[in-house]
């Protein structure tokens, strides 16, 4: 079973400052992905960035980073340059790589409200 | 290109009643799933469509639920005798296909049985 974790609570972060987003997953598969999305008030969800287990680099997307420790099993977004814009939910997901015939759904954590103060 | 549609985007329901929530995906998308977000939740997985596979309903909670995908595009997820519980919202998402990355998702339905 997979399973995913976020257990920050709010987090507050100045605007222009970098903040790390937790995320811890537990997996029996030997290759998944990992993603994270941003929802805001709006209620959309809105991709971010995703790492495949058997990537070598750590996943960039602008101002968007992805600390990928597969050892320790995280997976950490990393968002840099901070914006008021960024205040929103972020979760964070995982799903089984595919194989033939395999469901890709994506299982998510709770998810961490991140707020940008000016 | 339009995105994945949702109708309707608020419903409310009287206990009792049944209910339809359509999804429409981005156009050539084969998969297809259902969640459901309840209050400051995470999204909950319900049912997957991929193609003319039978559908994997491993996530639907209840008997009273049920989705079907016509023609490969558009979905219906219905709830029949709505419970408050059921109250949530209910997102749709496609995927170029079971390879895709990068799931699309709608702007929801917010069901609220009274």
């Known amino acids: 079973a997979q399973k995913i974790t976020q257990t920050q609570p709010g987090m507050f972060v100045q605007e222009k400052e970098a903040v790390t987003l937790d995320c811890t997953y537990d997996t029996s598969d030997p290759s998944y992905g990992l993603f994270w999305y941003k929802q805001p008030s709006s209620g959309e969800m809105i991709f971010l960035i995703y790492?495949?287990?058997?990537?070598?680099q750590n996943a960039t997307e602008g101002r968007y980073s992805l600390n990928f420790q597969k050892a320790r099993k995280s997976a950490n977004l990393v968002i840099s340059a901070s914006q008021l814009g960024d205040s929103a939910m972020y979760f964070c997901a995982m799903r089984e790589i595919v194989r033939a015939g395999a469901n890709s759904k994506l299982t998510f954590g709770k998810g961490i409200t991140l707020s940008v103060r000016p | 290109g339009a995105g994945v549609s949702q109708s309707p985007s608020n419903k409310v329901t009287e206990k009792g009643k049944d209910v339809e929530l359509r999804c429409d995906p981005i156009s050539g998308h084969t998969a297809l799933y259902w969640y459901r977000q309840s209050l400051g939740q995470g999204l909950e997985f319900l049912i997957y469509f991929q193609g003319n596979s039978a559908p994997d309903k491993s996530g639907l909670p209840s008997d009273r639920f049920s989705a079907e995908r016509t023609g490969g595009s558009v979905s219906t997820l219905t709830i029949q005798r709505t419970q408050q519980e059921d109250s949530a919202v209910y997102l749709c998402?496609?995927?170029?296909?079971?390879?895709?990355?990068?799931?699309?998702f709608g702007p929801g339905t917010r069901l609220t049985v009274l």
């Open positions: 790492q495949g287990s058997y990537d070598q």
């Open positions: 998402a496609s995927s170029v296909g079971t390879s895709g990355n990068e799931q699309f």
